[in-house]
């Protein structure tokens, strides 16, 4: 059964750094485009980043670019988000999942950016 279990989210000063990650079960990891999203309290949810199945493709929302990067790891099912000089808008509770399939979502992991 496809499972995502997110980690890494915290509280953190505005200008700072998080690195989230992401463990997916269940699928052949290898085979599929990956993506991170984020829904903020009371907005939809929206995608961040995706990264190819070789991880030599990446793409970002503007809001993001030149902060985050995504990348992954094909022998350990991982998919992670490296996020630099962070913003109070960047707080949202974050997932991962696969891009072309985006039916099956984890708990997420909350980033909460404040001072």
Not at 43 to 68: H, L, P, Q
Request: glycine content about 10%; hydrophobic content about 30%; charged content about 20%.
């Amino acid at each position: 059964q496809v499972q995502f279990v997110e980690s890494g989210g915290g509280l953190v000063q505005p200008g700072g750094s998080l690195r989230l990650s992401c463990v997916a079960f269940g699928f052949t990891f290898s085979n599929h485009r990956m993506a991170w999203f984020r829904q903020a309290s009371g907005k939809e949810r929206e995608e961040v980043a995706s990264i190819n199945s070789e991880g030599d493709d990446t793409d970002y929302a503007d809001s993001v670019k030149g902060r985050f990067t995504i990348s992954r790891d094909n022998t350990k099912n991982t998919v992670s988000l490296q996020m630099n000089s962070l913003k109070p808008d960047d707080t949202a509770v974050y997932y991962c999942s696969r891009y072309y399939y985006r039916d099956v979502w984890g708990q997420g992991t909350q980033v909460t950016v404040s001072s």
